[in-house]
Structure formats: structure tokens, C-alpha cells
């Protein structure tokens, strides 16, 4: 295959543009150098940005693909009068039937993120990281009853990253518990956690994979060996079954995948936004 | 304006299809119940969330609007037939045109995040965010040599939200330090910085919008006021200029334009995959 070059190009971040880009991108077998051009929001900017792509077509060869999210009008004219590539305009293809549909018209804003200046969703945002951190791993019992969502599960089944994905990206208070030795032995949750049933939720792995992660931590020790990964992934998920608490594997599932069915498993209302 | 839903729809977790449809929705002055649908990724569970749609449609009275991320034809013919709402098929609209320009045929599979199961790309991200939580606040410096990125500002200026959004976007090891009153006393950077210059980004905010964000964690103090934020913005910025350390204003940004403007600014490269 040909080496081609992709733009993410958008008068904000990118993100959305290089996130719908790639999605799109892995549909086809392809290589591909992908590169984000943010904050494209002015004429000048687009001149520029599109010399750089038009450049990397007489380096390639073959037409680049740019994926935009612009919605400055004069901005979107320049690249559909200058820009030698296939340009997806993601926005173009979309507002148009929603204008007609609504019997209303877009009014060209930049889109944006959650904005630090919005007091409310910020400070619950930020709340929500500072409690997730200081229940990461077991560290604290204080509060543990405001939380969302508790994640169980032997340590290195990725209950910190789900945590901290749940808190960025939904402002949930996560608290994390690993579960260790101890409690096998005594064949019980941690004590803390009883009363807090209804917002468990336990990771677990394949202790294949557990002793691959674990090793790369703590090369050749008994904690990352197979015979140990196995009897802490059977005894954890003995005891979340005597528990009833729901659980998943995590070994071949991303942290988006995870916090996705968290979600739909714990709080099915923030699948919903009213 | 009527009520509508909007729907995201997908086979895999949804994000995507949020995320666009979202910035679409942001072109409008309209308010809208919106409800992700994820896993959507047999003939059944298509029909499952069609009905739930297409009573949407009966209780609001209007059309309700659907945005897909559909790789499965089978569930997308379903969608096709079936469903009673403006339906947005995001990869139908682009895929096609890609396949004509690149001559090859897409796979239709669907669509995966971060695959926690590719070893390496996962143990990065995870290796990076727990640099970034022991060196969260200046907790720690060891190892600040290896850091990517090192953040520096006054308390509550976002410097966690944004290291962690980085260490778990794009795998960066990021430290942060808070700027005191101790370091605008002897007017100078912490000592262990200033051999690392190239990694500093500094991160300041507006007094006014600084004072109400403190004011909710410690309503009343001294650390809170206004005159005590006013001092401390000012010498952290003063010192950043003496410093030659790059910085910019949080005050009406978002986490992720932040963290976009970071890599710009100190790791260009990351802003394309080769």
C-alpha cells in the first residue's frame, strides 16, 4: 500500500476531528501519518495549514486525507477552494439536514469542551478527580459512602486507570479497593465495603496476562508468578460471586470499553444527559 | 423549541458517536435529551434499540435524531429499515468516498479503543499515569529527570486535571509542582526545576476566577481571599517571565485545549503518529 498522509484539522482541539478520523481510518487496512492541526480559526491559518498538507501530497505522491471539523465559514471556503486532498467535511455533511430537519440554523460556533469557565461542571469535575485520588488503592475509608461507583479486583487488573477515566470523563467519585491476600483468607470482602454492595463493581483477568503485567513491575518475584496470579484471580472471583457482585474481565477490553459497561451495569441514568 | 432525543448509537462503546454528535448538537440552540446506546452489535439488540427509539419518537412528537458509528451491515440495514428518526450513518457518509480514493475495500470491523490487551501501547499508558500520580503536587522528585512534561503554578490553577488528561490521552509522564509562597519569597523557581527548564509549562488563572475556586474548598480563608490570589498569581507569573518558562491562562479553557496547547508548544511531534 502507499504511504498516505492524514490531517485531523479544526478550529479547536482536533480532538473530536482526530477521534471520528481514526475511527473511520481503522475501517481500512492502511498505514498511515496522521497528524492534528488545532486551532485552525482564522484565513491566515488555513493558508497555512493547507501549504503544509498540500506539500506532504507532492512528498507522498498521493492525495492526503483530511478529516475537518471547521464550522468558520470563510475558514471551510479556503480549504474547499485551495486544499489539494480528499477533505471529509465532517460538519458540512451533518449541519445541513440538521438545519432542514430542525427548521433552525447553526450558528457557527467553535465547538468546545467542558469549559473551565462553566463554575458548576468544572468544580464537580475537579471534585471528583481530588476524591478518586485519594481513594485510589485502598488509601482511605473516609467518605467512602459518597461514592459513585467502588472498584474491587486483585491488584493489576486496572482498577486506578478505569477510576481516573470515570472521574475525568463523567465526574464520578471512584474509589478503588484492591483485593489481597487477607481478605482471601478470611474469604470476606474488606469490612469497609459490606455495607456499600450496591456501588461494587470487580475487574478481573487472565492470570496469563496478570503475571506479564506484574512482571514487567517486579521481574521474577512470587507476587508476578502464574502459580500466584491463579490463586488470586480464582479466590477474587470466588468471592465476588459468593457476593454477588457483577464483574467483568478486563484482559482484552479498553478502559473506555470498561467504564462504558460500569456505566450501564451501576448507573444507567448517565447514559442519558436530560 | 421542542423537546428531542438524540440517540448515539454504536457497536462499540459509543464515545465516538457521542463526541461528534455532541459538537454537531453544539450548532444549535436547542435542548435535547441525549442517551448513548453502546454494544449495539447484533440484529436483535439493533431492533431493541430501535424500539426504544421510535417511542421516543411517539412521546415527544417529534423526529428523534440518531447518530451512528455502525460498522455491522447487517445491524446498519436494520437501522436503515427500522428506524423513525433523522438517522446521522457517520461512517456510511465517509467511508465510501474513502474506499473510491484509496481503491481498497473497508473491513467493517468495529471500531476498538486502546486495546488494553497490546501489551506495549497499555503498559505505557499505565507506566505513565503512575508517574504522574507519584509526582502529582510536587510530591516527589525522583525521577523528575524522565518526566515529558512538567507543569508549574499556583494552587488550583488545573495542574492535576491536565497531567492526568495527558498521561491518560497520550501516555505522557507528567510531574507538577505548585508554586508558593516560599519559592516567591527567595524569587526563584524550585531548585530541582531549574535544571529542566525545556519540560516546564506553567499554568496560571485570573485572581477573581482563582478566589472562587479556592473559596469552595476552604470558604473565607486567607488562601482563598482575593488580595492573597491577586499576590500570588502575580509573583508566579512574574517568575515565569524571569524564567523564560512558556505559560498560559486557564481561566476559560478546557482540560483538553489546555493539553493540546502543551503539546504544541513543548512536544510537536506528538502531534503526529508516524
Redesign the interface.
Known amino acids: 500500500?502507499p504511504k498516505?498522509t492524514t490531517y485531523f484539522v479544526s478550529d479547536?482541539?482536533?480532538?473530536?476531528a482526530e477521534?471520528?478520523g481514526n475511527?473511520?481510518l481503522?475501517?481500512?487496512?492502511?498505514d498511515s501519518?496522521?497528524?492534528?492541526?488545532?486551532?485552525v480559526d482564522t484565513v491566515d491559518k488555513a493558508h497555512q495549514a493547507i501549504r503544509q498538507i498540500n506539500h506532504s501530497f507532492d512528498l507522498d505522491k498521493h492525495?492526503p486525507?483530511v478529516f475537518t471539523?471547521l464550522?468558520n465559514p470563510e475558514v471551510q471556503e479556503v480549504f474547499a477552494q485551495h486544499c489539494q486532498a480528499?477533505v471529509?467535511d465532517?460538519?458540512g455533511?451533518?449541519?445541513r439536514?440538521?438545519?432542514e430537519?430542525?427548521g433552525?440554523k447553526?450558528?457557527?460556533?467553535v465547538?468546545?469542551?467542558?469549559?473551565?469557565?462553566k463554575?458548576k461542571e468544572y468544580?464537580d469535575?475537579?471534585e471528583a478527580?481530588?476524591y478518586t485520588?485519594a481513594h485510589?488503592d485502598g488509601q482511605s475509608n473516609t467518605d467512602l459512602a459518597s461514592a459513585d461507583v467502588i472498584l474491587v479486583g486483585v491488584s493489576r487488573s486496572?482498577k486506578?486507570?478505569t477510576s481516573?477515566?470515570l472521574a475525568?470523563q463523567y465526574g464520578l467519585k471512584v474509589a478503588n479497593y484492591p483485593l489481597i491476600p487477607e481478605d482471601f483468607e478470611r474469604r470476606q470482602l474488606p469490612a469497609a465495603l459490606v455495607p456499600l454492595k450496591k456501588k461494587l463493581f470487580g475487574l478481573t483477568i487472565l492470570p496469563e496476562?496478570l503475571s506479564?503485567?506484574r512482571n514487567?513491575r517486579r521481574p521474577g518475584s512470587r507476587y508476578a508468578s502464574l502459580e500466584n496470579c491463579r490463586m488470586e484471580v480464582h479466590e477474587a472471583e470466588s468471592m465476588m460471586r459468593r457476593a454477588g457482585v457483577s464483574w467483568l474481565s478486563?484482559?482484552?477490553?479498553?478502559?473506555?470499553?470498561?467504564?462504558?459497561t460500569i456505566l450501564?451495569e451501576l448507573l444507567p441514568g448517565r447514559?442519558?444527559?436530560?
Open positions: 500500500m498516505r479547536g482541539t482536533g480532538i473530536t477521534m471520528f475511527a473511520i481503522a475501517q481500512f487496512d492502511m501519518r496522521r497528524v492534528r492541526l488545532p486551532f492525495k486525507i471539523t464550522v480528499l471529509m465532517m460538519f455533511r451533518f449541519v439536514p440538521l438545519e430537519e430542525l433552525i447553526s450558528h457557527h460556533r465547538g468546545r469542551f467542558t469549559d473551565i469557565s463554575s468544580s469535575r475537579m478527580i481530588n485520588l485510589d486496572g486506578t486507570p481516573l477515566y475525568m496476562r506479564e503485567i514487567e478486563t484482559t482484552t477490553k479498553s478502559i473506555e470499553e470498561i467504564s462504558t450501564q447514559m442519558a444527559v436530560q
